[in-house]
């Protein structure tokens, strides 16, 4: 009964669905005429600009980024995204954070959302080592201005509001909080 619920629904959904752009699905946060869709596509090709390999320092620490674009799908949605792998280590090459190796996109917790309303950032949601007991989860908006297409700065804000557990007082997250890092494409 469940399979028939979920394939009428698909079909129904289905039948009117269409292609929207990136933007425009930006745009649907905001705007309840937004039109029935089954597809959010880069149609204007606007996720190139940040796939690439990044690299910055903050605080003593090297931060590494590659990303790719990929494709979410979800209930019969499908949606263009960014993944993100990250190499962070510390002023002594010691690592602190390396999702490099992890061939599985599935397994990867840097993963794209959309872009604002305004289209000036794209937002990623990115869980770090510590998802529950500091709660180290949030959406970190990846930003590049059109004067400097090499330049990029990420800032994470914190969208975990439930922590289980004591978080140790000397923690700190892999990707600061509330705090701009500037990025070069390699």
Known sequence: MKYLISTLI???????AQVISLEEAA?????????????EKDINNSLNKYVSNWKGTYNGKTYEIQFKKGIYEDIGIKRD?????????????????????????TKINFNGLGFQTDLKAYMMHFIGNSDFA??????VYLRIKSE???????????DADITWGD?????QPVIPYKTSISLTRQ
């Open 27 to 39: 745009q649907c946060l905001t705007n309840p005429n937004c039109p029935n869709y089954n597809y």
């Open 148 to 158: 400097t297409p090499n330049k990029m700065s990420i800032l994470m804000l914190q």
């Open 81 to 105: 995204k960014l993944i993100g792998r990250m190499k962070v280590t510390d002023s002594n090459g010691n690592v602190v954070y390396n999702s490099f190796n992890e061939t599985d996109d």
């Open 134 to 139: 500091c709660g180290e989860e949030g959406i």
């Open 167 to 171: 978080c140790p007082s000397s923690y």
């Open 10 to 16: 698909f079909f129904a959904i289905s039948c009117n």
